[in-house]
């Protein structure tokens, strides 16, 4: 609706107040985008940002309102935080354009442009599919349960099972979803809507997935490799397109809005693993639920991160716990899962790191000696390469006291 008025925010601003119907105060209140809070004039409210950043629709008919939210840090860091801020892929080998980008809808459909037309320079991926149907000849195998069931002493129809060569498949379906959905975004505009609905059209006979369903699953290999950068920018965008509450519910959003603690998370946990392994060698699993804080396998834990070596019996041993924490300030709960991490992988140091605040360590006496918690700061105000140096400067000072 293009007469929907516009509530611009950014993120960790504060409250603003904004003049807004009662409708539409209630709509932006119901949404859980941002909190809202009664203002002293009447016909106003107060609203500020929660962890979430991008645009969308919120509410229907006279009650919508266009909600944009900025984020704190530069748009071209947080695509690097996203991890598909690789010039090559941005620009595609074409002019880069220095000046820098001040709304983060509009960049991320670029960069899923570029990344979907390079994909699909060798025509789009074909692929199998299993396909159930009635025919009146045999094609591929008899369904012969279904056959006896449904047309229990006819010879016709046929129910048959076979594979079929289409474009229809999941790593398709992905493309032409994500695009669908940044046609949907406001403030997507210009060249970039043409790019899409050529893209669209490029997909011709693919089936869109369903708002709100799980997205299609797709496995890498060889022959969908062309097809990997922009299948990754496809699943965050229809990642953003929804998000879990606290009691479990889940709630569509018309629009993308990226929850920046997951963004967080998912980028220190790479970033640091991979730093550790290059290091000291091992591996590393991200959101680990490999272990329980009760026998047998009763309240799973799920750190960030957790680095691996080889045991001297054989197996593996937890080498470091790491957890990713995108919020203002210190809190107690934090360091109360950190020690359960320790404590159950048998670790005497948690690392904690934060996005802001001041680094420091606690020390938690246990009946076998101390476990040390750690709380970093990685400053993501910082450029990328600083940003890159700050993790392999943060990887040494954990592997250290690993090491200790």
Not at 232 to 251: C, F, K, P
Not at 382 to 395: C, E, G, N, T
Request: with cysteine; hydrophobic share 40%; aromatic share 6%.
């Amino acid at each position: 609706m293009t007469g929907a008025p516009p509530v611009r925010l950014k993120e960790a601003d504060g409250w603003s107040e904004w003049q807004l119907t009662p409708e539409q105060i209630v709509a932006l209140d119901e949404s859980e985008h941002v909190k809202v809070r009664p203002s002293r004039r009447p016909g106003w409210c107060r609203i500020e940002a929660r962890d979430r950043v991008g645009a969308a629709r919120v509410g229907r008919g006279p009650a919508q309102v266009r909600l944009s939210v900025a984020p704190k840090v530069p748009v071209d860091r947080l695509l690097h935080l996203l991890g598909y801020a690789e010039e090559e892929w941005l620009h595609d080998g074409g002019p880069v354009d220095a000046a820098p980008r001040t709304d983060l809808l509009p960049a991320v459909a670029r960069a899923y442009t570029r990344a979907a037309q390079r994909a699909l320079r060798q025509g789009v991926l074909l692929g199998y599919r299993e396909t159930e149907a009635s025919q009146p000849v045999l094609r591929g195998r008899l369904r012969a349960a279904a056959q006896m069931s449904r047309r229990p002493g006819l010879a016709l129809p046929l129910e048959v099972a076979y594979d079929e060569h289409t474009v229809d498949i999941a790593e398709n379906q992905l493309l032409l979803g994500a695009a669908r959905r940044l046609l949907r975004v406001p403030g997507v505009g210009g060249r970039q809507r043409v790019a899409l609905h050529a893209l669209t059209a490029r997909l011709d006979g693919v089936t869109s997935p369903v708002p709100g369903a799980p997205p299609p699953r797709w496995r890498r290999n060889r022959l969908n490799a062309r097809y990997h950068r922009s299948l990754a920018l496809a699943e965050l965008i229809l990642g953003g397109t929804s998000y879990e509450l606290e009691d479990g519910r889940a709630v569509t959003v018309d629009g993308v809005m990226f929850q920046m603690w997951r963004v967080y998370e998912a980028f220190l946990a790479r970033a640091l693993g991979e730093a550790l392994t290059r290091k000291a060698g091992g591996w590393y699993k991200t959101q680990d639920r490999d272990h329980f804080l009760a026998t047998p396998r009763r309240y799973v834990l799920r750190p960030d991160l957790v680095h691996y070596l080889p045991a001297p019996s054989g197996g593996r041993r937890a080498a470091v716990v790491v957890d990713a924490k995108y919020k203002r300030g210190f809190h107690r709960d934090d360091l109360y899962q950190m020690l359960a991490y320790c404590i159950r992988l048998g670790l005497r140091d948690g690392h904690l790191v934060y996005a802001s605040g001041r680094a420091d360590v606690v020390g938690v006496p246990v009946a076998e000696g101390e476990v040390r918690l750690h709380r970093h700061v990685l400053d993501l105000d910082q450029p990328p390469h600083q940003v890159k140096q700050s993790i392999d400067v943060l990887a040494g000072l954990v592997l250290s006291r690993a090491a200790t």
